[in-house]
C-alpha cells in the first residue's frame, strides 16, 4: 500500500494494521509484525502491537521527521517550509527559531499563521472528499492510486480497476508464474505490467543487477528494456553504477 493511501492516523503513527493478514506494517520499511506472535526485542518479548510501536521509534529514527522529508509527489513543502516546521516541532520559540534562520520573529508568526490556515483549509476539504466518495462507484470503475515515485504523472495513470484486470488478462501468458507476452507501446498497459512485477520484489532488500536480471528474465526475455522501465517510472532506484538495486 502507497503511503498516500494511509490515514492520517496511520502515517503519524509511522505503521498500519492489515486485517486481512492481521499484521502490523511499518509504512518505512514494510516488515510486518503478525498479532498473535511474541517478538523478541533486546533480551524482552513484546506482542506485535508493542513490537511495532518499538520497531518505529527505533528504526527509524523520529517519525515527525522521516514523514516530513519523505520523498512523495504529495509533500509539497519546500525545503525553506520543512526546516521550519521542524523546528517549530522542535519546541524553539520564534525567536529562536528567527535567529537560527536569520529570519524575524514576525516572518515566523506569519508562518506559523499560513501553515494553520492550509491546514483548516485541506480538514474542509477532505471533509466534503470523503463524504461524496462513501456514494462509491462500482469497485470496477474506481482509479488506481500512483505509486509514491511516479515520474511524469499525467493522463498514462488514470486507470480503473476494470482496465487494469483487463490489461493483465491480455498481456500476460500467466499470472503464477508471471509470464509476459510482449511488453507493448501503450503507456497504460506498461504501469500495468511493471506494477505487477514489483510484486516479485521485497521492500527493504537490495538486490545485484544479476538477481534482477534473474528475477525478470523468468517474466520476460528482454529483461533490460523491463529493468530500465522499473527504474524510469519510479518503481525502482539502482545505484550509480548500476549494480544494485532496491523498490522506492
Not at 56 to 66: F, P
Not at 110 to 117: A, D, G, L, S, W
Not at 170 to 178: C, G, I, Y
Request: include cysteine.
Amino acid at each position: 500500500m502507497e503511503m498516500e493511501q494511509l490515514s492520517i492516523d496511520e502515517l503519524k503513527r509511522g505503521y498500519r494494521f492489515d486485517a486481512e493478514s492481521r499484521s502490523y506494517i511499518c509504512n518505512f520499511c514494510r516488515k510486518r509484525f503478525e498479532a498473535g506472535e511474541i517478538f523478541p526485542i533486546e533480551n524482552r518479548f513484546f506482542d506485535a502491537a508493542r513490537a511495532i510501536q518499538i520497531h518505529a521509534d527505533t528504526e527509524h529514527g523520529d517519525r515527525l521527521k522521516r514523514l516530513l522529508y519523505a520523498e512523495s509527489k504529495y509533500n509539497a513543502f519546500t525545503d525553506n517550509q520543512k526546516e521550519l516546521l521542524f523546528l517549530i516541532y522542535s519546541g524553539l520559540s520564534d525567536k529562536e527559531i528567527a535567529t537560527k534562520l536569520g529570519i524575524s520573529a514576525a516572518t515566523v508568526r506569519h508562518q506559523r499563521f499560513t501553515f494553520r490556515e492550509k491546514a483548516k483549509q485541506a480538514k474542509m476539504y477532505l471533509a466534503i472528499y470523503e463524504q461524496v466518495m462513501e456514494k462509491k462507484s462500482p469497485d470496477e470503475e474506481a482509479i488506481l492510486p500512483v505509486h509514491s515515485h511516479a515520474t511524469m504523472v499525467d493522463e498514462r495513470y488514470i486507470i480503473t480497476e476494470k482496465e487494469k484486470e483487463r490489461i493483465l488478462k491480455t498481456v500476460f501468458e500467466s499470472l503464477s508464474p508471471l509470464k509476459l507476452k510482449s511488453f507493448p507501446p501503450k503507456e497504460k498497459k506498461k504501469l500495468v505490467i511493471l506494477a505487477k512485477i514489483t510484486e516479485l520484489f521485497e521492500y527493504g532488500r537490495t538486490y545485484s543487477e544479476k538477481e534482477i536480471n534473474e528475477i525478470i528474465g523468468g517474466v520476460y526475455d528482454d529483461f533490460a528494456v523491463i529493468r530500465r522501465y522499473l527504474v524510469d517510472y519510479g518503481f525502482m532506484a539502482r545505484t550509480a553504477d548500476g549494480k544494485q538495486y532496491w523498490l522506492k
